[in-house]
């Protein structure tokens, strides 16, 4: 695979909330708007990076039967490093995510990708594939922030578009993610088959 | 590396230091500037409820078990204000807390929202510029208020605060939370120690038998 490939099929071919179907709980409940489903989508991929780089440059000298928990140690780590960085540098987003932010650390994307990838790859490459399946995941979570917050709430990334009072509620609570999440899948799928 | 117990153990004992240091010296950088966000977000708070001011001091007063606290603004050494940060525990979706401002001669400034998970588009209206919850108090002393045993109260229960229309335990929530404000600034101004403050119409479990269902026990 070339190096543009790798970041394309993070995108498209092996989009995590849409084929791979990982990382649901952060993308049920941090998309009720477009701008908390960007911001989780690039507090996710920062993670996802850097956690790809380190895993592939130590893969070698972790011992086999040892690896999940030196990985989750180094993800921990990373996790606990950019929550710290939001809560100094954007406590507006920090604290709109919440606990969201912590959970990062349990997300199926970061440590299915160190397995499926950074421990088997070069540092170049895993760095490509953080940045593509962040990519990936950050759209997701920003189409689907966004539909439940035109159709929810009548705004986009916060500026209202005046039907507020007239929006079905259901799109910014539970059931409402869980619908959307299902049509934008079918959608994506249809369309990418072509 | 073959899994061998030595080199398992090293390994793992390596990453965990190298991770700890790490996260420590991030911790270190961002020390400063999150004690700076969350000055500027309590700042920020209080000038919404208050009018101008230069300088506060803060005084906590316990009611129902509740740190209440009191912040006196002055501008130019003349007080001006005071503004209290308040809880209920008896919002629909958990505890919700307001920042109330109130003039030295017990007028309500304006109330601000700090925390509470209630329902969207019911409860959360609390929140909203201009709802029924606040302009029943906004700009108003609430010695004048229809009071119950006291307190304000909605409605339902006696008083004249107009309730959300379909979110009555929110509305008492906001109401309970505005009484111990209230309460608290009293005894500020007054000097007077705050007694409970009743209200509390939520359902307690009939097995705990510490749990007083609201009423004065002072």
Redesign the interface.
């Known amino acids: 695979m070339n190096k543009l490939q790798i970041i394309l099929s993070g995108i498209l071919k092996n989009n995590p909330t849409f084929v791979l179907v990982l990382g649901m709980c952060p993308t049920l409940g941090t998309t009720t708007s477009a701008a908390n489903g960007m911001g989780m989508g690039l507090a996710t991929m920062a993670v996802l990076i850097m956690s790809n780089l380190v895993i592939s440059l130590?893969k070698?000298?972790?011992?086999?039967?040892?690896r999940i928990?030196?990985f989750i140690?180094?993800i921990?780590?990373f996790v606990?490093?950019i929550q710290?960085?939001m809560?100094?540098?954007v406590?507006a987003l920090y604290a709109s995510l919440g606990v969201f932010i912590p959970l990062i650390v349990v997300n199926c994307i970061i440590l299915g990708r160190a397995e499926a990838f950074a421990s088997k790859n070069g540092a170049f490459d895993s760095i490509l594939d953080g940045i593509g399946i962040g990519l990936g995941f950050t759209a997701s979570l920003t189409v689907i922030g966004a539909v439940r917050e035109i159709l929810g709430s009548g705004a986009i990334f916060g500026i209202s578009l005046g039907s507020a009072d007239y929006m079905p509620?259901v799109f910014?609570?539970a059931p409402g993610g869980f619908l959307t999440l299902g049509y934008l899948m079918v959608l994506f799928n249809k369309l990418a088959k072509k | 590396?073959?899994?061998?117990l030595f080199?398992?153990t090293a390994?793992?004992l390596g990453?965990?230091l190298v991770?700890?240091a790490?996260?420590g010296v991030?911790?270190m950088i961002?020390a400063e500037?999150?004690a700076a966000?969350?000055q500027a977000?309590k700042t920020e708070a209080l000038t919404r409820v208050l009018p101008q001011f230069d300088t506060t001091e803060a005084t906590t007063k316990t009611i129902d078990e509740m740190l209440i606290t009191v912040y006196t603004a002055s501008q130019s050494g003349q007080t001006v204000g005071y503004a209290v940060e308040t809880m209920s525990k008896n919002g629909f979706g958990g505890p919700i807390s307001l920042m109330v401002g109130f003039t030295p001669e017990g007028e309500v400034v304006n109330v601000n929202v700090l925390k509470q998970t209630e329902t969207?588009?019911l409860g959360t209206k609390m929140a909203d510029e201009g709802n029924s919850l606040l302009s029943s108090v906004k700009g108003q002393k609430l010695t004048e208020k229809k009071l119950v045993n006291g307190m304000l109260a909605v409605k339902k229960d006696g008083g004249d605060i107009d309730a959300l229309t379909a979110a009555t335990i929110s509305s008492r929530a906001y109401v309970d939370a505005i009484n111990r404000a209230w309460m608290a600034y009293k005894s500020v101004v007054d000097g007077v120690a705050p007694s409970a403050v009743s209200g509390a119409t939520k359902q307690v479990p009939a097995n705990e038998p510490e749990a007083q269902k609201g009423g004065k026990n002072e």
Do not use: C, R, W, Y
Request: no cysteine; glycine share 4%; net charge neutral.
């Open positions: 130590v070698n000298i972790i011992p086999d039967k040892v928990p030196a140690v180094i921990a780590s606990t490093i710290m960085l809560q100094a540098f406590p509620l910014v609570l | 590396m073959k899994s061998t080199n398992m390994v793992l990453i965990t991770a700890s790490g996260v991030v911790n961002t500037p999150i966000a969350e977000a969207p588009g």
